[in-house]
């Protein structure tokens, strides 16, 4: 009986809650730029208020944003020209938690292509952008510079040095968090349950100053 009362209690926690309930809502190549700031605003204003009736028919969870939060890098910012993703957290970013009462323990975000500055890579870094490179090379590349920046992604130094200042206080209440240069993960919390959630920074070999049949991923998904 003991053995079946702790299987039942055991039973209980995995169907508690219902995880065909969570709401997830998926936004994607936002390419927000200041030079455009009218056409935004009237573009975000319908767009929360979307948010928001979808919020109302049940509870979103969770949002996740995945790529091209700004536009070419940030190359169409003029007064904000170093802070782009500051500019995108402040007209963007808050007013979407805002009217849907989410915090940042509940919004992920995931660089794209326009997420990349698309600047010339200095001759000794091209390495890093061509296919000519074994998959070992790259392997390893990975390992050696999980905690830093390095050459080959220093054109995504903005939106990682954002990233991690976003998920400040978020690292301090919620554990495990990792921000490195090619992934984020996340534990979050659901109800009594955590949920992990994994983003993989395929973007920062992205360049259009490089061979179209060199790169890494392929052009169709590599050139503006």
């Known amino acids: 009986m003991e053995r079946i009362s702790t299987a039942r209690r055991i039973l209980s926690i995995f169907k508690r809650p219902d995880l065909s309930h969570m709401r997830i ?9 200041e030079t455009k700031q009218e056409d935004f605003e009237d573009f975000l204003t319908k767009l929360i208020s979307e948010i928001k009736e979808i919020n109302q028919e049940a509870k979103i969870d969770f949002v996740l944003i995945t790529g091209d939060l700004i536009n070419k890098g940030g190359s169409q910012f003029i007064a904000n020209k170093n802070k782009p993703y500051e500019f995108f957290e402040q007209n963007v970013l808050d007013p979407i938690m805002n009217s849907i009462d989410l915090s ?8 794209g292509n326009h997420d990349v500055e698309d600047v010339d890579p200095a001759k000794d870094k091209e390495e890093y952008y061509l296919l000519d490179q074994k998959l070992k090379y790259f392997n390893d590349l990975v390992v050696k510079h999980r905690k830093n920046t ?23 209440k919620f554990s495990p968090i990792a921000l ?3 992934e984020s993960c996340w534990v979050s919390e659901f109800h009594d349950l955590k949920i992990g959630f994994v983003a993989l ?14 790169l890494y991923l392929g052009v169709d998904k590599q050139v503006y």
Request: proline share 5%; net charge positive; charged share 35%.
């Open 25 to 33: 809502l998926h936004l994607s190549d936002i390419h927000y730029c």
């Open 180 to 182: 490195s240069p090619f």
């Open 104 to 111: 940042k323990n509940q919004v992920f975000i995931v660089p």
């Open 150 to 172: 390095f050459g080959g992604n220093e054109r995504i130094k903005k939106y990682k040095e954002f990233e991690k200042r976003f998920y400040k206080d978020y690292q301090k």
């Open 201 to 214: 920074n395929s973007a920062w070999r992205c360049s259009t100053k490089l061979p179209e049949d060199k």
